[in-house]
């Protein structure tokens, strides 16, 4: 780890007094990757003291403080109780360990669990831009199908992050010039492109302050993690899907996957294809498939492209009362 | 209560170690403190191998804070080659480091840093450049199978390959072939302690506390590797936090904590991290194993032959032996076993839990399964009606042998009723199936000494260099010699790990108890006759006595034990010599597994609902600790059937699972209510107690179960593993 | 070197720290409290755990100096007076343990467990009626704490016993 300045942000407010540096708040993956060498910073910001630690329901919308932990969100009656996927999501991550320590402002900026973005020795240009991808020809089981590029195929870890982008939040942030930012959490992340070393949309310096659900969710909402281990292990696939059911026809439709891009991927065409309409297992799947028309395996992930669709088809029929069969 | 000492084997007793490990204040290697503190020593792996170090740049490191030296190949004190002498064994070889501009394997040592800190050290390393001009590797065994030899040995066994009756002949007239092959993956040992070695030199002596499970090859192996004398080792390790092979010899960690102590003339700790593990510390090679078995209309075996290929690390050797069940499991007309190995610039391969039967069993049992199913015979019967008479392929007798009542017993406990038709059990999304597959672990005992002491006070003191790597031994041990000598278990205190007390051969091979045990057997009848002639001369005739709170109490009179042993007290030696046992026998573990598992109807994901052993396993030293290490073992099963692989870059030869999130061991949550079932017996052509290894029995067996359990949920053979979803997705029954 | 005071295990301590320095080694080397255990330092095996203001953490992916004015219980922590914890000592009757190098991190994550479902959070397993001490419950919320030696059954055991149900 190489040596750097601490400082604890005492309020948003004091943004413009600290040195520019990286924010700590958890820590459960930034200290990581500085122990790897990974993440460098010469300035570490704790913004863990500085009183963003509150969930407020406001008429419109419910404010999540970018400090809340996920135990807390998760744990909090109100999410609980209207927003399920959310709470879902966050306890199908990590362990309850992590989830004490780690935050929502945290949570939506970890950084891939790419094993060649780990490993120093190997080509990663999302950790030295212009080295190479050696995940592209290498074990990429984990790896992205939807919306990558040539130069990194790496998928964004977080659970809570996709039910978020399946519960249209928006990210409040703070820049250091005091002004506010408004980004939905659908649009926080980018796509690798030919800038993989660049996860989000953030400016240098701005601080996500808090992520902001809108009331009144759709009523219909699930999560569901594929993974290898039942508990403690990164998503194969995951899908949040929030809906309304009116008359018997699909409403305010939203599916979200994890472990298929290097963002939350919404699932925008399936929810057109589906949106309005009478549930029917045929139309799931022709829904899904039209989502999964540009997805590209790498060799080990080729799978996903089957599980994805899958996920989702069985989890809009339990929702929507379908049965298995 | 007061305790009973007539009966103290085989009780469930409480772990004796217990408290100390509940508090945190066993100590363990890297827990070890120093009077004037440790200096922390941190790798610098190689970025790239095979090949040669064409530039090394320390200066950085050098300059940075706190950095007491950097260790190199330019700058290490002196060792003997690697590998010397070549009579020796691999475990007491020269394990030399830094040697020189060569590098071996990927994330083999080019340095140490050492520094007063560990975040100095940590950083420091970073700052070392090092350039490696490589050369052509082989790294998949597959990949180079023109370079298959047949090793000079095998691990475990006698003979490297076996060819009993006409195999040809036999499969070409059975009734019902199978011709099949499976990938098996490379694997971690990973225990919970990482290698960790804390090393001082007290003048020409070297001190070391170290995470080990067999002490005196260690300390040959320091002596080789420095070029000192055995005498002037001294190791010191109480508790080993988890071995499962992967502690049985030195690893880079220990001769660098070594050399740098040297090079610093201080203390210094050096302990791998968990990255440092997947190309510092041994693992299981990946195998290709394939199977030909036929077997005529009845489903009775006429021809086996078992076949294995895997990587050896080069220079360093070791051949697992996965045919090594398929010799000893079931009768046959012909079975023809053999083992190829290909050198391959990759770290250590070496044992790993269960060597040979961990992977031979699941790929034999999975076949066994598909032949029962291909002729049509449950699979429980089908090991019934192949039971051998006696040993098939060596054609020794048994020493002892009870796998039929396992198998009974299991299928009885179990409520096996035969298997249904693959896809066609269903619990909501769930397809449910059963399998069961047989366990079977050769038993070997080692030599062994012991020595007890007993004050007048009436303490026993007992000391082996044995080690207890979480195999309960500190306590067996106390039982053994608490029934032996007739006395409280409270008043016996073992003292394990440490060099300077009688040679064992460690944990390892499921021999430690019996060994260590054995020996300790011994020294205590020893003691017991001593005291008893004591007791003759002071004119107490008894054929039995009980001792307890510093007095003996023979023929209902009580005898001050400082009247009788003086001030000095009493001691004796023991030990146990293998060539007088189990002779001409073939002595085997037994157990049988039947496992339930779930696999999602839509995404394939398999979880285990039940799993069920019943094992013999000889005479049981302590149930609950045994039936701890049986579940244990059970639990590896899981993983090495649905979890464990570390997977290999083929283009580097770098291991890409290096740590916890990407090498998953089964948590918790993956595992179920375990059954766990010890047939009691007494195998009294083994060794003296009876008793045969169980450390790695639980393992054997576990993994097909689950892998037949999941054919019979899907109708899915999956011939690798792990079995992971994606092997079945495409292929699970429209439901 | 920055200055950090916090209490552990009822002793508050006062030292000068190198800010990389992780709570675990802070523990372990600064103040010599050898019980927590270094698994993996990656937050992948939970070894480590310790319970700080309330609530179980990795140690060893907490950076020391943020922990100013924090509670901290280690293993050691548990016990009082050189009386076990109930939870010891139904380790040790259940022998919920083998070689015994995650138990520190065990014994803090279950203390945890226990007081976490007495106040109700749920886990992922959790069903809309409530928090029970189910099986379930235990493995998928003790599922942060790797055992090589798979003690996993005997440590629900262990946590059932202290629990007070028996079933």
């Not at chain 2, 054995?518 to 001369?537: G, P, Q």
């Not at chain 3, 016990?79 to 138990?103: N, R, V, Y």
């Not at chain 3, 919320?141 to 946590?159: D, K, Q, T």
């Amino acid at each position: 780890m190489k040596p750097f300045d601490y400082q604890r942000l005492e309020t948003p407010e004091h943004l413009g007094h600290v040195e520019a540096g990286r924010f700590l708040g958890g820590g459960t993956n930034l200290i990581d990757l500085m122990k790897h060498q990974i993440e460098t910073p010469d300035v570490l910001v704790d913004v863990t003291r500085a009183g963003m630690d509150r969930i407020e329901e406001r008429g419109d919308a419910v404010l999540i403080g970018s400090q809340v932990s996920n135990t807390d969100l998760a744990s909090h009656p109100l999410i609980r109780r209207d927003y399920p996927v959310l709470s879902s999501a966050l306890l199908s991550g990590a362990t309850q360990q992590l989830r004490n320590k780690a935050t929502t402002g945290g949570n939506l900026l970890q950084r891939t669990r790419c094993q060649y973005f780990y490993d120093t020795a190997r080509a990663c240009n999302k950790r030295e831009p212009g080295s190479g991808c050696d995940a592209l020809d290498g074990l990429n089981r984990f790896h992205a199908i939807l919306g990558a590029s040539e130069n990194c195929i790496a998928v964004h870890p977080s659970d809570m992050a996709v039910a978020m982008a399946a519960l249209g939040a928006v990210v409040v942030t703070r820049k250091r010039d005091g002004t506010e930012g408004r980004i939905p959490v659908t649009e926080l992340h980018r796509l690798p492109g030919d800038r993989p070393d660049l996860d989000h949309v953030l400016d240098e310096g701005e601080l996500i302050v808090a992520v902001e659900l809108p009331a009144s969710p759709p009523r219909l909402q699930s999560y569901r993690k594929v993974r290898d281990r039942s508990s403690y292990a990164f998503a194969v696939v995951s899908a949040a899907i929030a809906l309304d059911l009116e008359d018997g026809h699909m409403r305010n439709l939203r599916i979200a996957l994890g472990g298929v891009a290097h963002k939350p991927w919404r699932a925008t065409k399936a929810e057109a294809m589906l949106e309005g309409k009478m549930p029917e297992a045929a139309l799931f799947m022709e829904a899904l498939e039209q989502e999964m028309a540009d997805a590209e395996g790498h060799g080990h992930n080729d799978f996903k492209k089957i599980l994805a669709p899958r996920v989702v088809v069985a989890m809009l029929r339990e929702l929507t009362g379908l049965g298995g069969n | 209560m007061e305790q009973s000492t007539s009966k103290i084997i085989g009780e469930p007793m409480n772990r004796v170690d217990g408290p100390a490990k509940v508090t945190g204040r066993a100590e363990y290697a890297g827990d070890h403190q120093v009077e004037g503190g440790i200096a922390e020593g941190f790798i610098v792996e190689a970025p790239a191998a095979p090949g040669k170090i064409v530039a090394l740049d320390v200066a950085d490191a050098e300059a940075a804070d706190g950095v007491v030296s950097v260790l190199t190949y330019k700058t290490v004190p002196q060792q003997k080659p690697y590998g010397s002498p070549e009579d020796e064994g691999r475990f007491t070889q020269s394990h030399a480091v830094l040697e020189n501009d060569r590098v071996r394997h990927f994330g083999e040592p080019v340095a140490l840093v050492v520094a007063e800190t560990l975040e100095q050290a940590r950083y420091a390393a970073s700052l070392v450049r090092v350039e490696i001009e490589t050369e052509e590797g082989v790294f998949n065994a597959l990949d180079h199978k023109d370079q298959a030899e047949k090793p000079d040995s095998v691990d475990g066994l006698d003979e490297v390959d076996t060819q009993d009756g006409d195999f040809e002949t036999q499969f070409s007239q059975s009734t019902h072939k199978l011709e099949v092959s499976y990938l098996t993956g490379a694997q971690h040992a990973s225990a919970m302690e990482p290698h960790v070695t804390v090393a001082q030199w007290d003048g020409e002596t070297l001190i070391v506390h170290m995470a080990i499970q067999i002490v005196a090859s260690a300390v040959s192996a320091y002596a080789n590797t420095l070029g000192i004398d055995e005498a002037n080792v001294r190791i010191i390790s109480p508790f080993t936090g988890g071995g499962f092979g992967s502690k049985l010899g030195v690893h880079n960690e220990a001769i660098l904590a070594a050399l740098a102590a040297k090079q610093c003339g201080k203390a210094v700790r050096v302990a791998q991290t968990r990255r440092n593990l997947f190309a510092n510390g041994p693992h299981r090679s990946r195998h290709l194993q394939e199977l030909k078995l036929g077997a005529d209309a009845s489903g009775k075996l006429r021809a086996v032959r078992h076949s294995s290929l895997a990587s050896m690390a080069r220079n360093y050797p070791f051949a697992e032996a996965p045919a090594s069940p398929t010799r000893a499991s079931y009768a046959a007309d012909a079975i023809h076993t053999f083992h190829r190995m290909v050198k391959a610039d990759i770290p250590k391969v070496d044992s790993m839990r269960a060597p040979g039967e961990a992977i031979g069993t699941l790929t034999y049992e999975t076949a066994i399964d598909e032949l029962a199913e291909m002729c049509g015979v449950d699979p429980v019967e089908f090991r019934i009606l192949n039971e051998p008479t006696q040993d098939p392929t060596s054609g020794h007798a048994f020493a002892d042998r009870r796998l039929l009542d396992c198998i009974r017993t299991g299928a009885a406990k179990f409520g096996w009723s035969g298997r249904v038709k693959p896809g066609s059990r269903m619990a909501g999304r769930k397809l449910v199936g059963r399998g069961m597959a047989v366990a079977i672990r050769p038993n070997t005992l080692s030599p062994a000494q012991a020595e007890v002491k007993l004050a007048a006070d009436g303490r026993l003191v007992a000391r082996l260099d044995m080690t207890d790597i979480g195999t309960g031994t500190y306590t067996i041990l106390t039982q053994i010699a608490a029934e032996t000598l007739s006395m409280p278990a409270s008043q016996v205190l073992v003292q394990l790990g440490d060099s300077r007390f009688p040679e064992t051969a460690g944990s390892g091979g499921s021999f430690g108890a019996s060994s260590s045990g054995s020996a300790l057997l011994d020294a205590c009848a020893k003691l017991k006759s001593a005291l008893s002639e004591r007791l003759t001369e002071s004119g107490v005739s008894a054929n039995a006595f009980a001792m307890k709170d510093g007095r003996v109490l023979a023929n209902g009179k009580r005898i001050e034990l400082a009247d009788l042993i003086g001030a000095e007290g009493l001691s004796a030696d023991g030990a146990v010599d293998p060539d007088n046992h189990a002779k001409g026998q073939a002595d085997y573990s037994y157990g049988v597994q039947f496992a339930e598992v779930e696999v999602d109807a839509d995404t394939g994901e398999i979880r285990v609902r039940r799993l069920l052993g019943v094992f013999d396993a000889g005479r049981i030293l302590n149930r609950k600790t045994a039936r701890s290490q049986l579940m244990g073992g059970m639990i590896f099963g899981i993983g090495g059937a649905l979890l464990e692989e570390s997977l290999m870059d083929d283009r580097f030869g770098s291991f890409m699972t290096r740590d916890f999130a990407e090498y998953h061991i089964a948590v918790n949550r993956d595992v179920p209510d375990l059954e766990v079932h010890i047939l009691d017996g007494y195998s009294e052509h083994s060794n003296p107690l009876g008793s045969k290894g169980i450390g790695e029995l639980g393992i054997c067996g576990a993994g097909p179960a689950i892998a037949n359990a999941v054919h019979e949920a899907t109708g899915v053979r999956v011939r690798k593993f792990p079995v992971h979803m994606e092997d079945l997705l495409d292929r699970l029954p429209a439901v | 070197m920055y200055p950090l005071m916090l209490t552990v295990n009822g002793t508050v301590h006062d030292v000068e720290i190198d800010p990389r320095r992780s709570l675990l080694d802070l523990v372990r080397e600064t103040l010599g409290l050898k019980g927590p255990k270094k698994g993996c330092d990656h937050g992948q095996c939970g070894a480590c755990t310790m319970i700080v203001n309330g609530r179980r953490i990795n140690s060893c992916l907490s950076l020391a100096v943020t922990h100013e004015g924090d509670t901290v219980i280690t293993v050691e922590g548990l016990s009082e007076a050189g009386e076990l914890h109930p939870l010891q000592q139904a380790f040790i009757d259940k022998d919920a343990l083998q070689c015994g190098f995650c138990t520190p991190g065990q014994l803090c994550s279950a203390a945890a467990l226990v007081d976490e479902i007495r106040e109700g959070l749920p886990s992922v397993v959790t069903g809309e009626v409530g928090v029970a001490m189910t099986n379930e419950e235990i493995r998928e919320r003790m599922s942060g704490n790797l055992c090589r030696c798979g003690a996993y059954n005997n440590i629900v055991e262990a946590i059932r016993t202290v629990s007070g149900d028996k079933r």
